[in-house]
C-alpha cells in the first residue's frame, strides 16, 4: 500500500516531512543523528512528551557500533535490543505513525528498515487531581478526575485491583482523534449493553471532539430533541466512578473532560449521590427520601400553588395562608415567568463573574432583585419567596442537567394551567409520563428501569441507602 513505509530511507522522510508540514509549525521537531553507519531520524511534539526519556533514547541509540547491529534484520528484533523504552511499538503504515507523533509519542525511523518506531512517552500538561466543585463529599477522598484519560484511568485502577477492570481504548474524530476509553468489570457488565455501546462508537463518523464529552454524547444517544431529561449521568470523582463500574456500569472517560459519563442512567440513578455512602445505612436512607421529596417540589410546588391561587375555592381553610394577601396588577402568570428568567440570567452572570465577586454578585443581586421588586409593586412576596426555595433546591442534588429539565417541564405545566386550567395540569402530568416512559438510555434501556421492565431487588437498592456486603458493593 502507499500509505507503509518503504526501505527507501529518504522516501520515507520526505513524505513524512511533508505529511507532518514540518517547516510551518515551530513546536513538531524533526531530528536527524548518525549512528552505527546509519541515518536516524527522531520525530516528536515539544511539550508533550518526557525530555528525559527522549534524550535516554537519543543516547542509546548513538552508542550503536557497527559490530552490535550485525544479524539484526527486522525491527522488531532492534526495538527488543536497542530502544530500552517499555512502550515502544513497530508501525508500518505512515497515517498510523504520524497519528502516534501527534498524540505524543516519539517516532523514529531508522536507515535500512521499512517500519517505524513509536516509543509512548506521552506527558500532557495537567492540573492536580483536587476535588472537584460540583461533587463535593463530607467525608471520604477529596481527589478528582482531570483532563488526562491516562491520570483518570489510574486512579480507577488504584481503586479496583481486579484484572477483570478492562480498559477499551478508542480513537474518535477524524481530525481530532480524540482518546475515548470504556472501562468495565468484565465479569459484571452485560455484554449486549457492552455490544451495543461499543458498535455505536466504532460507528461514529465525526471531524472532532469538540466539546468533549458532550460531543461524544450527541453522537451516541437516540435522536430526542424536545426530551429535555438527561441521558447519563456524570461525575468527576474516582470513587463514584469506581462504585458505578462493581455495580455492572459502564464508564466511559473523554481525553481533555474531566467528567465520566455513568452508562446507563435511568431517572432514578440520579437519586443517589456520595455523600449517601460515606453516611451510615440510616442516614444516607433519610438524605435520598429527602431528595427525592425535594424532586418533586421543585417540580410541582409552584404549579400547585398557581393552580390553586387561580381556583380560590380548592384551597381548604388549613391552607389559607397560602392566598396572595396584596396583590398586584401584574398577572400571576406574568410574574412567574418573569422570576424564572430573572433566577437564569443570575445563573449566567454569576458563571461570568470573578470567584472573589461571586458571593458578593449572589447576595446584592437577591437583594435588588428581590427586595425592591416587590417593594415597588412588581412582584408579589409569595412569588418571590416560592420561586427562592425552588432556586435553591434545585442543588440539593448535583445533575445541572437534570435540574433544567426540571425547570423546563415546571414552566411546561405553569403554561398548561394557564391555558386549559385544572385540566391543563392533568395534561402536563400526563406529557412528563409520556416523556419518561418514550426516554431511551444511551444503550437503549428504558429510561424508567427498573421500575419498568420492574426489578424489585434493583429499585430498592435505589430508592434506600442499602449496606455495603459481599452481595451489595
Not at 391543563?424 to 431511551?440: D, E, N, P, T, Y
Amino acid at each position: 500500500m502507499a500509505d507503509n513505509f518503504t526501505s527507501d530511507f529518504t522516501k520515507n522522510i520526505e513524505m513524512t516531512d511533508d505529511s507532518l508540514r514540518l517547516n510551518c509549525s515551530y513546536d513538531i521537531i524533526g531530528r536527524n543523528i548518525r549512528a552505527a553507519d546509519k541515518k536516524i531520524r527522531i520525530y516528536f511534539i515539544d511539550g508533550l512528551c518526557k525530555d528525559d526519556m527522549a534524550e535516554k533514547i537519543t543516547s542509546f541509540l548513538m552508542k550503536l557500533t557497527p559490530d552490535k547491529l550485525a544479524g539484526i534484520t527486522d525491527a522488531r528484533t532492534f526495538a527488543d535490543t536497542f530502544i530500552p523504552y517499555a512502550e515502544t511499538d513497530i508501525i508500518s503504515g505512515r497515517n498510523q505513525f504520524i497519528g502516534r507523533v501527534l498524540s505524543g509519542s516519539i517516532g523514529i525511523i531508522i536507515e535500512g528498515f521499512s517500519e517505524a518506531f513509536a516509543a509512548d512517552a506521552r506527558t500532557y500538561p495537567v492540573r492536580s487531581v483536587n476535588e472537584p466543585e460540583n461533587d463535593r463529599v463530607l467525608r471520604g477522598a477529596h481527589d478528582g478526575f482531570i483532563e488526562s484519560v491516562l491520570f483518570n484511568t489510574a486512579l480507577i485502577r488504584r481503586r479496583i485491583r481486579d484484572v477483570n477492570l478492562t480498559m477499551q481504548a478508542h480513537s474518535i474524530g477524524k481530525r481530532s482523534q480524540t482518546d475515548v476509553v470504556v472501562c468495565y468489570m468484565n465479569n459484571r457488565v452485560n455484554p449486549k449493553m457492552l455490544n451495543k455501546l461499543n458498535e455505536k462508537l466504532n460507528s461514529i463518523d465525526i471531524d472532532a471532539l469538540t466539546m468533549g464529552q458532550e460531543s461524544l454524547l450527541e453522537c451516541l444517544v437516540p435522536k430526542q430533541r424536545l426530551n429535555p431529561f438527561p441521558k447519563v449521568r456524570y461525575t468527576e470523582r474516582p470513587d463514584a466512578a469506581a462504585a458505578s463500574i462493581l455495580e455492572g456500569s459502564i464508564l466511559i472517560l473523554t481525553d481533555n473532560s474531566p467528567a465520566a459519563m455513568i452508562i446507563p442512567s435511568g431517572i432514578f440513578d440520579f437519586l443517589q449521590d456520595t455523600n449517601d455512602f460515606y453516611m451510615s445505612p440510616v442516614v444516607g436512607s433519610y438524605m435520598r427520601i429527602m431528595r427525592m421529596f425535594i424532586f418533586a417540589l421543585t417540580l410541582l410546588m409552584i404549579p400547585i400553588w398557581y393552580l390553586l391561587i387561580r381556583n380560590p375555592g380548592y384551597i381548604p381553610e388549613w391552607l389559607s395562608f397560602i392566598k396572595i394577601e396584596e396583590p398586584n396588577s401584574v398577572p400571576v402568570f406574568a410574574q412567574l415567568l418573569i422570576v424564572e428568567v430573572v433566577i437564569d440570567t443570575m445563573k449566567l452572570a454569576s458563571i461570568n463573574t470573578p470567584s472573589a465577586l461571586t458571593n458578593s454578585f449572589g447576595v446584592i443581586g437577591a437583594l435588588v432583585l428581590g427586595e425592591f421588586a416587590v417593594s415597588a409593586g412588581w412582584f408579589v412576596a409569595e412569588i418571590v419567596l416560592y420561586m427562592a426555595f425552588v432556586a435553591m433546591s434545585n442543588f440539593a442534588q448535583p445533575s445541572f442537567e437534570l435540574g433544567y429539565a426540571f425547570k423546563m417541564l415546571r414552566v411546561m405545566f405553569i403554561v398548561m394551567i394557564w391555558l386549559f386550567n385544572f385540566y391543563g395540569f392533568i395534561a402536563g402530568i400526563a406529557i412528563i409520563i409520556a416523556m419518561l416512559s418514550s426516554v431511551k438510555t444511551v444503550t437503549g434501556q428504558c429510561y424508567l428501569y427498573p421500575l419498568i421492565p420492574f426489578n424489585g431487588k434493583a429499585l430498592l437498592s435505589l430508592l434506600l441507602r442499602l449496606p455495603i456486603n459481599d452481595k451489595n458493593c
